[in-house]
């Protein structure tokens, strides 16, 4: 259930930024794991560059936070922002992304930045 309303022209906008796949993939795996970029670069297979330009539009309206920890910066979901309830029930519906993780584990990947 969503706690407010959204303005048709915010939910517009969340919708276009989430139509893109990438996107989409990131902010469902963000919504349960903690990711750096070196992560999504590798999940893709696409440049840091193209990667942080993702992750700053959707850092840009709030849906994804960053945490500096020593040399790394690691993004999650903001559960706090104030779309979040509308994102989540867009996210309820997506199929679970762990694999992509499991896979980047198995290569040992996952664990460059850690």
């Not at 309303?5 to 915010?10: A, L, N, P, Q, T």
């Not at 903001?78 to 290569?107: A, C, T």
Request: glycine content about 4%; aromatic content about 8%; some cysteine.
């Amino acid at each position: 259930m969503l706690n407010t309303v959204v303005e048709i022209d915010k939910a517009a906008m969340i919708l276009k930024l989430l139509g893109d796949k990438t996107r989409l993939i990131m902010v469902k795996i963000l919504d349960t794991h903690d990711c750096c970029v070196c992560e999504f670069v590798e999940i893709f297979k696409m440049s840091q560059p193209a990667i942080s330009q993702h992750l700053r539009k959707l850092k840009d309206i709030g849906l994804v936070k960053e945490e500096r920890r020593g040399q790394w910066i690691f993004y999650s979901t903001d559960k706090n922002n104030e779309y979040y309830s509308f994102v989540k029930m867009i996210l309820k519906q997506l199929p679970n992304q762990d694999e992509k993780l499991i896979e980047l584990k198995e290569k040992g990947v996952r664990i460059m930045c850690r």
